[in-house]
């Protein structure tokens, strides 16, 4: 999209980046103003910002892996797992959040809640996490048809396609691209940078239900309703590409029986 508004002739660092506006978004809520809001709001717009670009990157990766181009994509997947990294330690600054300065204004938020970011939902969904009790949540909160919609192939449908023509079964596959990474290098890395992004992510949701046990406890409920840490604690188990864990499961099974 392009801002028609910005002459480009008098074009200025400020103008480009919007910056006036953009330090304009952060209005504490509270009465009198609490400091740490400030820090907390910083941190989650920045983090919507991340989400954002990673949404923007996924588009690219995908379609580089449905052109059969896998180093280019490797390439541009290892970007995102950079940017899932510096997120989890984005995470942790808000740790430095002194509890009852949060409970000062986290009444403001109401029902409002991290739960919520329909950005986030909609990243899970272009990866392809398709767990039933996530999906069941996430309709609670997007409109699940409509990101599929705009996600017809998500990023796990298109590393499937890529592997298929070893083996129709993806366990199989694996296996063969593990047992065999010089047979396969192209393949190997996407597998190993996918692996990667895996983590990030589940080191991300790790940051994020460590930082709501250090803030609020392990038993209060979140303010969107859902039974906060507890809920948090059971995210970590969501896998979006189970085959690849599956896979090096089956590698050791192999070499033990040997």
């Keep these: 999209m392009t801002d028609t508004s910005i002459r480009r002739d008098t074009l200025t660092y400020g103008d480009y980046l919007r910056v006036p506006e953009l330090l304009s978004l952060q209005t504490r809520l509270s009465t009198p103003p609490v400091h740490g809001e ?6 989650q717009q920045a983090q919507e910002l991340w989400f954002k670009q990673i949404l923007h990157e996924l588009r690219l990766v995908i379609d580089l892996l449905e052109a059969d181009e896998l180093p280019e994509a490797t390439h541009v997947l290892d970007r995102v797992d950079r940017i899932l990294r510096m997120l989890g330690d984005g995470v942790e600054i808000l740790e430095a959040l002194p509890p009852m300065d949060f409970q000062e204004f ?22 392809g ?3 039933p009790q996530y999906l069941a949540m996430a309709d609670r ?8 919609a705009r996600w017809p192939v998500t990023l796990h449908d298109a ?13 199989a596959a694996l296996v063969q691209i593990y047992a065999h990474p010089s047979r396969h290098p192209n393949l190997y890395r996407l597998c190993e940078t996918l692996s990667d992004y895996e983590l990030r992510f589940r080191e991300w949701r790790f940051h994020h239900a460590q930082l709501v046990i250090r803030v ?5 409920p979140g303010t969107a ?13 969501y896998r979006v590409f189970p085959e690849l864990w599956e896979a090096r499961n089956k590698l050791v ?3 033990t029986q040997h």
């Design 225 to 237: 309703g859902s039974s906060g840490g507890a809920y948090l604690d059971r995210t970590l188990q």
């Design 141 to 148: 909160i997007v409109d699940i048809p409509a990101v599929r």
């Design 38 to 43: 400030m820090l907390f709001m910083v941190v």
């Design 106 to 127: 986290r009444w403001l938020l109401r029902t409002a809640s991290g739960f919520e970011s329909e950005q986030f939902r909609e990243l899970e969904l272009a990866s």
């Design 253 to 255: 099974a192999e070499v």
């Design 159 to 171: 590393f499937r396609d890529c592997i298929a023509p070893l083996d129709p079964d993806p366990i």
């Design 216 to 220: 609020i406890g392990d038993r209060a």
């Design 129 to 131: 996490l398709s767990d």
